[in-house]
């Protein structure tokens, strides 16, 4: 069964850190971007950062430049979101999403609640 986890999603003070994951089951990150996705209530949902799994190249939204940091281990399937200075802004279910470059199937994780607290 092809299936995406992310897990790390907790209640932290502003100005805290979380370190979000997504995992893969069922198929592997080859030839894939892997983002992440967050939705606050009353909100779209919005593109917050990927990562290629062809070249390693990386893009963040404005919003979270210099705050977050995407980083992968292939090896093990899993990519992670290193939330650094977390806002109450940041406040949203995350979730994980993987396309695949050659044929743009996706895949989308059920998401992780992260609530930042003021």
Request: charged share 20%.
């Amino acid at each position: 069964e092809v299936q995406l986890v992310e897990s790390g999603g907790n209640l932290v003070q502003a100005g805290g850190s979380l370190r979000l994951s997504c995992s893969a089951s069922g198929f592997t990150f080859d030839d894939y971007t892997i983002g992440w996705f967050r939705q606050a209530p009353g909100k779209e949902r919005e593109g917050v950062s990927c990562i290629s799994s062809s070249d390693g190249s990386t893009y963040y939204a404005d919003s979270v430049k210099g705050r977050f940091t995407i980083s992968s281990d292939f090896a093990k399937n899993t990519v992670y979101l290193q939330m650094n200075s977390l806002k109450p802004e940041d406040t949203a279910v995350y979730y994980c999403h993987a396309e695949s470059l050659a044929t743009l199937v996706d895949f989308w994780g059920p998401g992780t609640q992260v609530t930042v607290s003021s």
